[in-house]
């Protein structure tokens, strides 16, 4: 049983960054990879990025290519926990959203592959 927890959004400026981070927690952590979702309102769930439970495999949308980087936290020093950054830079108000990480055995675009999410962290990007 995955629990996995985000933090990091805000409200923001277009043109300024957030770091996202999600930690998991649970049995069997190194079989997952973590995949980071958005969801505007009105508006249905959106893949944002993904990656491999070894980071060897990082992939994106087409939305935030080149703005946005996922990684692992490689500085962990336990292995009750594993820790996801999201890294976003030059963000624009279509960014806006509730951010949402999801653990899944593959990095996957499909919300259905996932088996775990967390509560959400919102970000607001708005002058």
């Known amino acids: 049983h995955l629990q996995l927890v985000e933090s990091g959004g805000g409200l923001v400026q277009p043109g300024e960054s957030l770091k996202l981070t999600c930690v998991a927690s649970?049995?069997?952590?190194?079989?997952?990879?973590i995949g980071w979702f958005r969801q505007a309102p009105g508006k249905e769930r959106e893949w944002v990025s993904c990656?491999?439970?070894?980071?060897?495999?990082?992939?994106?949308?087409?939305?935030v290519k080149g703005r946005f980087a996922i990684s692992w936290d490689s500085a962990e020093k336990t292995t009750a926990e594993k820790t996801a950054f999201l890294q976003m830079n030059n963000l624009k108000p279509e960014d806006t959203g509730v951010y949402f990480c999801?653990?899944?055995?593959?990095?996957?675009?499909?919300?259905?592959?996932?088996?775990?999410w967390g509560q959400g962290t919102q970000v607001t990007v708005s002058s």
């Open positions: 649970g049995s069997s952590l190194d079989d997952y990879a």
């Open positions: 999801a653990a899944s055995l593959g990095c996957y675009p499909s919300a259905a592959l996932y088996d775990a």
């Open positions: 990656i491999s439970r070894f980071g060897n495999t990082k992939n994106y949308g087409g939305a």
